[in-house]
């Protein structure tokens, strides 16, 4: 039974979530043993644990160079001792050339169906993930295995379903015929999807799984070799991914070089060799602004970028100040503010927010917003684990500088992990801004940090969170207002500035969230990316369609 045919039903339906975009998830996120298997925790567990201080040998890549590794736990702040085979940038270069042409010829459906074959292969190794990812970004637990493990094998799956939709699109051939008056002009026509050639995935060091794995399945769908380079700080997650694809393109007879780990250390860095080569057509990158920036101007490549933002949140009126507050302290405090879209900027009237009981005053609701933030690190249930651990210190260090910038309603303070009483963790500090101090909230302050900004009114903060977005990127924004008129405002402004918006939101869901197969991650509309995960650009791009024609016999 060929794989495509294996896999058709669970391609049917994330094509058909593609176009509803509705709820759709091929892997559930919760880590139940009735879905997992009984012992996959603890085996991936130990798992981890037997990698400690050893090579890892998963990889088909052969003829290793030399064995690097230089990453460090920040639950345990230890050194983690793997080492992975690593080359020269010039040799992995070859090594993807030479799979580019079966992989390329290779038709649509089989590596549609060997692509899905390698995810569902993989869902058996989420713990292994989780448990890699952990100790590689400081990430809690569950979101280890979510973000690293179903939510990204769903976008991944969301990538190889739009890829297989566009390389569908048109048909293989057609017979044309254009009527003259006394004759007919007919031609065979032929159309061919061509792929770019090799994709360069440049990991981050806090999301290495979900940023890169939709780009990593994007490209093989498309029929382009693939370059894995994992930042140095957490190789091991991708590693894992790497090694499951090869496992699959081996056992069918595909060289595994189709898709390659390419490890370096901080000390001798190879992204820039490998993005400058003229082998390499396609680039996707997750991180700085100034690193994105760079490989956006490199000249002959196709570049897709997710770099920092402001993410802003606009505070007018509530039903309920306790349950935003609440909602709003989780999105601050989840992963100690280490993702691309937790709120930074909190644009408060000055005059305060409107609720039903009356007006609350600013300094009122920075109080009770820091009470909130409080009673959830404090909270030996849930703090620990909602706030993980720091990935790199120089987070922390950045935290001492901000202290001066303006009055601190709330300061960051370590907090004790039962499980790892050595993980470097900061709680989130809440600083108060007058609008006037643009120099300190127009760029991103990446880490654990409230700005809590008093503006002149609504309207100031609107205008604010839009200039924001369009000068220096924005791929979050939440906003309260109850009054349909400010929420079309709102959204007309947020949306001119290519920012997506999240209203009114309590409880479970959080302006941090994205779902796959219904919410694009990032528009590429303003600088904080060029990219979207996963509109169809984000596939089409990755390939050339060319046209062949010949008179018909």
């Known amino acids: 039974m060929k794989l495509f045919d294996k896999h058709k039903n669970i391609l049917d339906n994330a094509v058909k979530a593609l176009h509803e975009r509705t709820f759709f998830a091929q892997y559930p996120e919760h880590p139940s043993p009735k879905i997992y ?6 085996e991936g567990q130990e798992n981890f644990k037997r990698s400690l201080n050893n090579k890892f040998e998963e990889l088909r890549q052969a003829n290793a160079e030399r064995w690097v590794g230089s990453e460090n736990s920040p639950y345990l702040q230890d050194a983690l001792g793997i080492t992975y085979p690593a080359y020269e940038p010039e040799t992995i270069i070859k090594s993807a050339q030479k799979a ?17 074959e390698a995810l569902e292969n993989l869902k058996t190794q989420f713990f292994d993930i989780a448990y890699a990812t952990m100790h590689t970004t400081g990430q809690g637990y569950m979101m280890s295995f979510q973000a690293s493990g179903p939510h990204a094998a769903d976008r991944a799956l969301e990538a190889i379903a739009a890829g297989y939709e566009e390389l569908n699109r048109f048909p293989e051939s057609a017979h044309w015929d254009k009527p003259m008056g006394k004759f007919n002009i007919q031609l065979s026509k032929r159309w061919r999807a061509v792929p770019k050639g090799i994709s360069l995935v440049v990991g981050c060091s806090t999301f290495p799984i979900w940023n890169s794995i939709p780009a990593i399945f994007g490209s093989l769908v498309t029929g382009n070799p693939v370059v894995v380079k994992p930042h140095p700080g957490a190789v091991l997650p991708l590693a894992i991914v790497v090694a499951a694809i090869q496992k ?5 007879g595909y060289d595994p070089n189709t898709c390659m780990l390419a490890v370096d250390t901080h000390d001798e860095p190879i992204t820039k060799q490998l993005a400058e080569s003229d082998a390499v057509k396609l680039i996707d990158f997750t991180g700085s602004a100034t ?30 100040l306790d349950k935003v507050l609440q909602n709003l302290a989780f999105s601050v405090c989840l992963y100690s503010g ?41 909270n030996p249930k849930a703090g620990p684990y909602v706030l993980g651990a720091i990935q790199n210190q120089d987070t922390c260090d950045r935290l001492d500088d901000l202290r001066s910038i303006g009055p601190v309603w709330l300061a960051s303070t370590t907090l ?25 909230y127009s760029k991103e302050l990446f880490g654990p940090v ?19 977005a369009r000068e220096h990127g924005a791929i979050s924004c939440g906003a309260y207002a109850l009054n349909a008129d400010l929420k079309y405002e709102i959204e007309d402004a947020m949306g001119l500035a290519a920012t997506p918006v999240s209203f009114n939101l ?30 169809p650009e984000y596939v089409i791009k990755r390939f050339t369609w060319v046209g062949f024609r010949e008179p018909a016999v």
């Not at 699959?248 to 069918?252: C, G, I, P, S």
């Not at 409230?450 to 503006?455: F, Q, R």
Request: overall charge negative.
């Open 291 to 320: 690193f994105g920036n760079y490989l956006e101007g490199i000249k002959h490549k196709t570049v897709f970028t997710e770099k920092t933002g402001v993410n802003s949140i606009i505070l007018d009126e509530v039903e309920n």
């Open 450 to 468: 409230a700005l809590l900004i008093k503006t002149k009114d609504t309207a100031e903060s609107i205008h604010l969170a839009q200039k924001l």
């Open 100 to 116: 580019f042409d079966p992989w390329r010829k290779t038709a649509v459906d089989d590596r549609t169906g060997l692509l899905i």
């Open 506 to 535: 309590t409880g479970g869901i959080y302006v941090n969230q994205n779902a796959g197969f219904s919410d694009f991650h990032v528009t590429g509309g303003n600088p904080s990316g060029n990219a979207s995960i996963t509109n």
């Open 37 to 42: 298997g009984e012992n996959a925790d603890a």
């Open 248 to 252: 699959v393109l081996t056992e069918n």
């Open 338 to 378: 280490q993702m691309c879209t937790a709120p930074q900027n909190f644009f408060i009237p000055e005059n305060g927010v409107k609720t039903p009981e009356g007006q609350v005053s600013f300094d009122d609701v920075a109080k009770r917003f820091s009470a909130a933030i409080t009673a959830l690190v404090e």
């Open 416 to 440: 004790e992990n039962p499980m790892f009483k050595k993980a470097r963790t900061a709680t989130p500090m809440v600083i108060e801004l007058s609008s006037s101090q643009s120099e300190h």
